[in-house]
């Protein structure tokens, strides 16, 4: 990784939510660049400094407004019937808040396998009812990892937008919104790995026409000769035709790496 992918993980390794494995490198990485050093002493401080802002005092009329949301609360308790609905309206609230991912998934885990307990035990429940509900919360939880792989996007770390484009694997319908999401991070995202992992990602979804247009109208967008390669390559592997005066237009761009172009220019041949 470069110096600014190591910058990029300060914040995550003041916070203490890396891997084990991320610390060290981030660590070790430190001892033999005094210029990521000084970045670092520098995040610190403003991080040390933000834990000593003063944190404000509750007010009097805090537990008389608390009460009476409990209560309020208490009543719709009553009311819902569907325990399965409950479960599920607490996760997605959990996942609203942009959980850490591990923890996250952690309670996903937890919560499917005491929904499916429920269910299993429900007496006289029809096949029909039962597949219905099944199909329900696995409907759900497709939402709810969408919902994640949207905040992860966000995340100034460049792992962790990575896992989030992993995602995608996991979703069985991915909304218009996660497409677009992914397509701003392949063209504007500024990590050439995440880039690279999105488009991987997307190629898995180009059968959706949308994703093959937007796919043809990031090769103008593209300013890394890495991207600009690996696109012009899944261009000839879906065979997508209509990105041939895109791909002409690339090879004008000025300076354009000589081995970008050489594979451009045979790109060009095997999709005429």
Request: glycine share 2%.
């Amino acid at each position: 990784m470069e110096c600014k992918d190591y910058r990029e993980q300060f914040t995550s390794y003041l916070s203490d939510v890396l891997f084990e494995k991320e610390r060290l490198e981030i660590e070790s990485h430190l001892a033999g660049c005094a210029d990521c050093r000084k970045e670092f002493e520098a995040t610190r401080k403003v991080w040390d400094l933000m834990g000593e802002i003063p944190q404000p005092e509750p007010s009097g009329a805090m537990k008389t407004n608390f009460d009476v949301i409990l209560s309020n609360y208490k009543k719709e308790l009553i009311v819902k019937k569907n325990p399965v609905s409950e479960w599920i309206n607490k996760l997605r609230e959990y996942w609203s808040l942009q959980a850490q991912p591990r923890l996250a998934f952690s309670l996903l885990l937890v919560a499917i396998g005491l929904i499916l307990g429920y269910l299993l035990r429900q007496p006289g429940q029809s096949a029909t009812s039962y597949n219905k509900q099944i199909d329900s919360l696995s409907s759900q939880v497709s939402e709810m990892k969408q919902v994640l792989l949207l905040s992860l996007l966000h995340d100034p770390s460049a792992s962790q937008r990575i896992r989030a484009v992993s995602y995608t694997d996991e979703i069985s319908n991915v909304n218009l919104k996660v497409i677009d999401a992914l397509f701003t991070t392949l063209n504007e995202d500024p990590n050439v790995n995440v880039r690279l992992s999105t488009l991987e990602a997307l190629v898995k979804l180009s059968r959706d026409p949308r994703v093959r247009e937007g796919l043809v109208r990031s090769i103008d967008l593209q300013d890394s000769p890495i991207m600009q390669s690996a696109i012009a390559d899944v261009m000839v592997k879906l065979q997508e035709k209509s990105s041939v005066q895109s791909l002409q237009k690339l090879l004008h761009k000025k300076g354009l790496n000589q081995m970008v172009k050489l594979n451009i220019e045979k790109s060009i041949q095997k999709l005429i």
